[in-house]
């Protein structure tokens, strides 16, 4: 069956009842324990940070009257060392919403999706004696909980080549590892600025892991150090 680029898969009409799911929320759960056990075993949260920016939509071929190719993206992290100040843990929150599409399929709708993750950063400033720059490296997972809502029901497709079209919203997890860079800087006190750039990595090509080949973000926000 062919699918035409920038739509919902109509083969996953049922997303929600898919096993797959179950396997990355239990993973979601563990990332986050993992967090958890790091922060615990330091006996130290030491860092929490709020920030916005822009985030690239899931599906920015889907381009509609008050959706782009990037859209606003907040974000909340808490981490602390782990075993070396040099090294940090992270855990994160985030939230995205693509806004109104240009129907497809006689689906009138949007993307919005949740994204927990956990990332392991090396500090060069914290290692290295002579090292200035207050850059930050990280690495990590991130889970996604991406719903498709249905904003307009009228003539809604009943079936697409051999797939059936629900006309509830649909719902889809993914699982994708991740990798970027941040710059931090101390101004007053305990507070500082800091921006961030991060590039999500597919586990695979398939849906809908290919929708985090391009999925990058740009951040900037408010640090507090405990």
């Known amino acids: 069956m062919i699918v035409q680029r920038g739509t919902p898969d109509v083969r996953h009409a049922n997303w929600p009842g898919r096993s797959r799911s179950h396997l990355c929320g239990v993973v979601?759960?563990?990332f986050v324990s993992l967090g958890v056990v790091c922060a615990q075993a330091q006996t130290n949260v030491n860092h929490v940070s709020v920030n916005a920016g822009i985030i690239r939509a899931?599906?920015?071929?889907?381009?509609?009257?008050?959706?782009?190719?990037?859209?606003?993206?907040p974000e909340v992290q808490v981490g602390g060392d782990l075993f070396t100040p040099g090294l940090r843990w992270v855990v994160f929150w985030g939230y995205a919403d693509d806004g109104a599409r240009a129907p497809y399929w006689g689906l009138f709708g949007a993307y919005s999706s949740h994204a927990v993750g956990v990332r392991v950063q090396i500090r060069p400033e914290d290692l290295l004696p002579h090292w200035v720059i207050p850059v930050g490296i990280f690495a990590g997972a991130a889970y996604h909980a991406a719903t498709y809502r249905i904003v307009s029901r009228r003539e809604v497709v009943e079936t697409a080549g051999q797939g059936q079209i629900s006309r509830r919203d649909l719902a889809e997890e993914i699982l994708a590892f991740e990798a970027g860079v941040n710059l931090e800087v101390r101004i007053i006190g305990a507070f500082g600025i800091r921006i961030e750039g991060r590039q999500s990595i597919p586990l695979s090509k398939q849906f809908?892991?290919?929708?985090?080949?391009?999925?990058r973000?740009?951040?900037g926000g408010v640090s507090y150090a405990l």
């Open 217 to 219: 973000s740009i951040t």
């Open 28 to 30: 979601a759960i563990a």
């Open 58 to 73: 899931l599906d920015p071929h889907l381009a509609g009257a008050t959706g782009g190719e990037y859209v606003f993206y």
């Open 208 to 215: 809908p892991d290919r929708m985090m080949e391009e999925r």
